[in-house]
């Protein structure tokens, strides 16, 4: 039987007068979004889920960049490091209309180090040859403050790689320190109705540092692209049970972009069949905790190990999926992963960015409600991703404005 800590009896824990306890207090002052439904609508019959769909669909109605979309202005879109694998791998995908559909002229703003540029105009050569119709112009830069200026869309690729011998914390300071001077710059330069993809890892960390130095962007539009997890979970049962990928439904990763990711498939369903009854009852606890979990944990190190270098061309399909999903809207109700700013749901401390299964619909997301309470090991899981959360957030605590 799991030890679980329910988030009341957590925060409780924490109350002593250790230094740690300073360090938690200030996620208080942490950047969270407001309860979207009314805070007194009840939980039953579906009708707090109709509150929140209603509000949702509210709030894109003057959604300046849905209005764009809808009238086929050019969206500028910026992204960092697209000389790099991931970014590389992205951009002729990007301008060939895979992002915003066929017909979405893009002004492309493409960032580099100043040591990049050189690397960055063979890319904008390439992207010349390729005589993309949609490509209105094609911004090259090593400024933040031309890079930013305006765009629409954000897709934050570019981060430092872990070094040989480098400690974890070593790496999300430094990238944090990366992470605050593009929040500042969005802040400064970008749309206010901005949305923002972070990628680089580690992204959810990442994405809050953003999030909480660009205060005039709406904190709901950062995000940190949790998918690639996701469709790595799908992928696994979909090669399992030999049923094609958009056949598989209802699959969540929780938490963070890491190996305590907690990928969930408690309510999964191939081709309308509860994937519980597939594997059967008696096995399902040892599978989802020794099988399944693991081998989606595991994978992006399997991949490192087999080709020496980590995952480029999933991660860049991975992060256009989620930006197409998120702007344009998802195929039916289909459950998808996505990095968000915790408002406090399902116990999670509000400021933190957590991978919750959404719903995305023109524009923005809802974040699911499963139709029964966790269970003691899904709550072991959510607490193994909180407390991982809470440390990274401690150690870039003073990059937080507060």
């Known amino acids: 039987m799991f030890r679980t800590i329910t988030g009341l009896a957590r925060r409780q824990a924490t109350k002593t007068s250790?230094?740690?306890?300073?360090?938690?207090?200030?996620?208080?002052?942490?950047?969270?979004?407001?309860?979207?439904?009314?805070?007194?609508?009840?939980d039953f019959f579906g009708m707090k889920d109709q509150a929140k769909r209603k509000a949702t669909l509210s709030k894109v109605a003057t959604d300046p960049l849905m209005a764009k979309l809808a009238k086929k202005e050019p969206i500028r879109v910026a992204i960092t490091g697209p000389a790099g694998a991931i970014g590389y791998a992205m951009l002729f995908r990007l301008l060939n209309g895979e992002l915003l559909g066929p017909d979405q002229p893009i002004i492309l703003h493409a960032i580099e180090l100043p040591q990049a540029m050189e690397a960055l105009k063979g890319v904008q050569m390439e992207v010349e040859d390729c005589a993309f119709p949609l490509l209105k112009e094609f911004i090259a830069t090593d400024s933040l403050e031309k890079g930013?200026?305006?765009?629409?869309?954000?897709?934050?690729?570019?981060?430092?790689?872990r070094g040989p011998g480098m400690e974890r914390s070593a790496l999300i300071m430094d990238n944090g320190v990366i992470f605050q001077k593009i929040g500042q710059a969005l802040d400064q330069?970008?749309?206010?109705?901005?949305r923002v993809t972070v990628v680089g890892n580690p992204c959810n960390t990442n994405c809050m540092i953003a999030a909480n130095?660009?205060?005039?962007?709406?904190?709901?539009n950062f995000t940190a692209m949790t998918r690639l997890d996701h469709d790595r979970l799908v992928s696994v049962i979909s090669q399992q049970t030999m049923i094609p990928a958009n056949e598989i439904n209802k699959v969540a990763v929780w938490?963070?972009?890491?190996?305590?990711?907690?990928?969930?498939?408690?309510?999964?369903?191939?081709?309308?069949?509860?994937?519980?009854?597939?594997?059967?009852?008696?096995?399902?606890?040892?599978y989802i905790q020794h099988e399944m979990t693991p081998k989606v944990q595991q994978r992006g190190a399997e991949i490192i190990k087999a080709r020496g270098a980590s995952s480029a061309a999933s991660a860049a399909n991975a992060a256009m999926a989620h930006t197409?999903?998120?702007?344009?809207?998802?195929?039916?109700?289909?459950?998808?992963?996505?990095?968000?700013?915790?408002?406090?749901?399902?116990?999670?401390?509000?400021?933190?960015?957590?991978?919750?299964?959404v719903h995305c619909v023109n524009g923005?997301?809802?974040?699911?409600?499963?139709?029964?309470?966790?269970?003691?090991?899904?709550?072991?899981?959510?607490?193994?991703?909180?407390?991982?959360?809470?440390?990274?957030?401690?150690?870039?605590?003073?990059?937080l404005p507060n």
Request: net charge negative; charged share 20%; hydrophobic share 35%.
């Open 18 to 42: 250790t230094p740690a306890r300073q360090l938690r207090h200030f996620a208080a002052a942490l950047r969270a979004p407001s309860d979207s439904s009314q805070p007194f609508t009840p």
């Open 324 to 357: 197409r999903d998120w702007c344009l809207g998802t195929n039916g109700l289909d459950w998808l992963s996505m990095g968000i700013v915790s408002g406090g749901e399902y116990n999670v401390p509000p400021g933190l960015v957590f991978s919750y299964p």
């Open 189 to 194: 330069f970008a749309s206010k109705d901005c």
């Open 255 to 286: 938490g963070n972009h890491s190996a305590t990711m907690f990928p969930d498939i408690a309510h999964s369903t191939v081709h309308g069949t509860p994937y519980r009854e597939l594997i059967g009852t008696w096995r399902w606890s040892r």
């Open 213 to 220: 130095n660009a205060p005039s962007l709406k904190i709901e």
């Open 148 to 161: 930013f200026d305006g765009v629409d869309i954000a897709l934050l690729v570019g981060s430092k790689p």
């Open 364 to 399: 923005a997301y809802e974040i699911i409600t499963p139709p029964c309470p966790m269970g003691a090991y899904e709550q072991y899981m959510m607490e193994q991703n909180i407390e991982e959360l809470e440390k990274e957030r401690d150690i870039v605590a003073s990059l």
